[in-house]
């Protein structure tokens, strides 16, 4: 499996450049020494091999331990550092571990382990096909975050074939996404099955375009995994072009709806730039499907697949009682196959998790359609949203607000626009009788309980105007904010 394949290579200690963040670079034979130490430091310290929680921003201690945890035969956690303190705290309370890499062994000390000069080698990997090589945690319907388990043989079969969809050796690759967010999954095991440079954005400099342009520039990239949200940011200016990145060859789309005006603009940008489009929860190992978009197509607005399904996975498109569709017709995603993952964190309950056809399937909450072959993603048939990349729970962020001791009630509605792309976040609020706040206030307040990237609009009511079913209409909420 590919943990052999990564470990022969970290074994030749190249000299060549493994991983790039803040301008500092990395060699392979650095990468495998701090491998080593961290390997051998857990496998004394953590004895009753218990999940492992690494807490960082990039730093070279998070890719280290993810792979002496796997080699280990440890599950890892990725949180990243702008995660809120009490959602920190609810993890931690649900995993229960012993060590927290950056928390109880903080960074000074990973860091002195990292680079102890008295290499001992690694020869044992004591991971097994069916562990749990990860655990992914993301919003839940509750308000309590749930965590998807990943196992060995799920990852496996995800990088084998996505070194398969894209074409790459000794290259850069460009990673955008935090690694608790399950879109860093392919730059940071790709780069490594590769032997390629795993070049960092870090999160500070998102907002920054002097600095990320600078830094897309020194990247000289060949292979960007990215939101279509991160790359219409990049769009904005006109100097993201060929002439930036002269080496840029393949941008390959996941998390969200690619549309096609972003097509076109890069299409304009550069030349002979080959652009895949991937679909697929973190439910199933970051993505399950691929399509190659054609230069020579006029793709319509609504309609840009997301492609075939990888070899070891089938899609089904059901109706509501779980019936297939024909073709062609609109109905929910249904995977099974290879990249299904193991459940939630607990042995959780929903009705995600299901039995089909005699296998272990995941039903998305996605609605879409196949034609000619491809699956095409339409959009969410619940609260759940995907925004800027992420997947979102809108009633995760009603709890939370509603866990505010000054609001009476929230509702929390997503805005989209007519290709269904999610604008903006909006949370309508009644306050608690006799209780003064503003929005700022509130958003303050909602930011020690969520993400930052999951902080709506806040808009302040009266009374919630209601539809003829006695709901909350808010369609109507939506046309006067």
Not at 170 to 185: E, R, T, Y
Not at 289 to 317: H, M, R, W
Request: with cysteine; charged share 25%.
């Amino acid at each position: 499996m590919f943990l052999n394949d990564i470990l022969q290579i970290l074994k030749e200690k190249s000299n060549n450049k493994a991983y790039t963040v803040n301008n500092e670079s990395y060699s392979y034979k650095q990468l495998y020494k701090y491998v080593c130490n961290i390997y051998h430091f857990l496998l004394k310290e953590n004895i009753n091999k218990k999940p492992i929680i690494v807490y960082g921003n990039k730093e070279i201690y998070m890719k280290a331990t993810f792979i002496a945890c796997s080699l280990a035969g440890m599950t890892y956690i990725p949180i990243d550092e702008s995660t809120p303190k009490e959602r920190v705290n609810e993890i931690i309370k649900q995993v229960n571990p012993d060590l927290s890499i950056g928390i109880n062994v903080s960074k000074e000390k990973i860091n002195e382990i990292m680079n102890n000069e008295n290499l001992i080698e690694i020869n044992d990997i004591y991971l097994k096909s069916n562990d749990i090589y990860y655990i992914i945690f993301t919003s839940g319907s509750t308000g309590i975050p749930k965590g998807v388990k990943v196992t060995y043989k799920n990852l496996d079969s995800c990088i084998r074939w996505l070194k398969n969809i894209v074409t790459i050796n000794k290259g850069v690759i460009v990673n955008q996404a935090n690694f608790s967010f399950d879109l860093s999954v392919a730059d940071l095991y790709l780069s490594l099955i590769t032997q390629s440079e795993h070049f960092i954005i870090n999160n500070d400099t998102i907002l920054d375009f002097n600095k990320i342009f600078e830094q897309l520039r020194q990247s000289n990239a060949n292979l960007i995994v990215s939101t279509p949200s991160f790359i219409d940011l990049l769009l904005i200016d006109k100097s993201f072009d060929s002439k930036l990145m002269p080496n840029l060859k393949t941008i390959l789309f996941c998390g969200e709806k690619l549309l096609k005006s972003t097509v076109n603009k890069l299409y304009s940008r550069f030349d002979n730039i080959q652009l895949i489009n991937c679909y697929g929860p973190t439910e199933c190992t970051f993505a399950v499907t691929n399509y190659y978009l054609n230069k020579n197509i006029n793709y319509n607005e609504n309609e840009i697949p997301v492609g075939i399904p990888k070899p070891d996975v089938k899609i089904y498109i059901l109706d509501k009682n779980n019936n297939p569709v024909a073709d062609e017709h609109i109905g929910e995603i249904l995977i099974t196959g290879e990249s299904v993952a193991d459940g939630y964190l607990g042995n959780i309950q929903n009705n995600s998790f299901i039995q089909y056809n005699g296998k272990k399937a995941y039903l998305t909450g996605d609605l879409g359609y196949i034609k000619n072959g491809n699956l095409y993603y339409i959009a969410r048939k619940d609260k759940q949203i995907k925004y800027k990349g992420y997947r979102i729970e809108l009633t995760d962020i009603e709890n939370n607000l509603q866990a505010l001791e000054y609001i009476d009630k929230a509702v929390v509605i997503a805005k989209t626009n007519k290709e269904n792309k999610v604008l903006n976040i909006i949370a309508f609020v009644i306050l608690k009788e006799n209780i003064i706040k503003n929005e700022l206030d509130i958003i303050k307040d909602l930011q020690k309980k969520i993400p930052k990237y999951m902080c709506p609009k806040i808009k302040i009511i009266n009374s919630f105007p209601l539809n003829k079913n006695g709901k909350c209409d808010e369609k109507k909420l939506l046309e006067e904010f």
